[in-house]
């Protein structure tokens, strides 16, 4: 089991906040650092205000040296496909070859109202989304020197010289995840190398992971090439009033975060990962929502860690 950080910068913090975690987070030795893409709290005031997914990752790919890198997850609304593609190749080839494009519809309404971003309907959104992924990774993986077109209705390419390519080949991998029952599934069948679900309980998590070996299998792909992976929030301490301190600083209740995220002392957090392990997730996205608190992650990594590999 694979532990890996997961921040929602748009919550409050600034890059140097981010910087810190990040470099907490690879002497730790856990294997991701990753971030929302984001342009609007979700609760309080956000200040100092949010901070842009790639630009973050782009200072951060400079300044980590081992850690993988990644968004849980890019809106196809936020940026045209194109531009995306090249954004995440120079990312990618700036970090040496540690980037993770994590990428889905779109859901939160009120954050484009607030920074003027269109936001067509559900149908819409998931057409864009589909037509996104085919043009990202029909650039990657143009072969040089050739050039790509794609007939598309909202993003149509033409003769484009499918430039620069990323670090990793084929290309970097793509996470996909949610709750869609149909398009969700589908697609990622078709082209993620893993699927996230976050902040469910074992049967529903059951049932998506499900509905995604599914889906590959109706296209003839081997399930077994797929990451399945959850995210959940982290509130662990050393004993009750630590807990109780940490979920107080994130404004969570302890019974509820017991209940639905990853609460608790070390050994309840290994036997909780261990029931989603039965499942097949191989990889758990820890939530991190209190930025300045980096003995929580070693807590995590020191009685933790240890104990799932």
């Keep these: 089991m694979e532990l890996r950080v997961f921040t929602e910068p748009q919550q409050g913090a600034t890059y140097d906040d981010l910087l810190a975690v990040a470099r907490t987070a690879e002497d730790l030795g856990y294997g991701a650092f990753f971030r929302s893409d984001h342009y609007l709290a979700m609760s309080g005031d956000g200040r100092p205000g949010p901070t842009d997914a790639w630009i973050t990752l782009a200072g951060l790919a ?3 040296s081992r ?8 809106s196809a609304t936020f940026r045209y496909p194109g531009p995306l593609a090249i954004s995440v190749a120079q990312v990618d080839a700036m970090s040496a070859g540690r980037l993770e494009l994590g990428l889905g519809a779109g859901w939160f309404a009120e954050e484009h109202a607030a920074y003027g971003i269109p936001f067509p309907p559900l149908g819409e959104r998931f057409d864009r989304l589909e037509e996104s992924l085919a043009v ?5 993986d143009t072969p040089e020197g050739q050039t790509l077109t794609l007939p598309g209705r909202h993003y149509p390419i033409t003769d484009s010289p499918a430039l620069p390519k990323p670090a990793q080949r084929p290309h970097p991998p793509i996470i996909m995840g949610g709750m869609g ?7 990622t069948a078709r082209y993620a190398d893993e699927f996230n679900i976050p902040f469910v309980d074992t049967e529903t998590t059951a049932a998506a992971f499900a509905r995604v070996r599914a889906a590959c299998t109706a296209i003839g792909r081997d399930p077994a090439g797929i990451t399945f992976s959850n995210a959940m929030v982290l509130c662990c301490g050393r004993d009750e009033a630590q807990i109780a301190r940490r979920a107080d600083a994130i404004g969570r209740d302890v019974d509820e975060l017991r209940e639905n995220g990853l609460a608790g002392t070390p050994d309840e957090l290994v036997d909780k990962i261990g029931r989603y392990a039965e499942l097949g997730t191989t990889r758990m996205y820890l ?17 933790v860690m240890p104990q799932l590999s």
């Design 181 to 187: 029952r149909k398009r969700t599934p589908a697609l």
């Design 67 to 74: 850690i993988r890198l990644g968004t849980l997850v890019t």
């Design 136 to 140: 990202i990774t029909g650039l990657w």
């Design 62 to 64: 400079r300044e980590t």
């Design 287 to 303: 939530q991190t929502l209190d930025l300045t608190d980096l003995d929580h992650l070693e807590l995590v990594a020191d009685k």
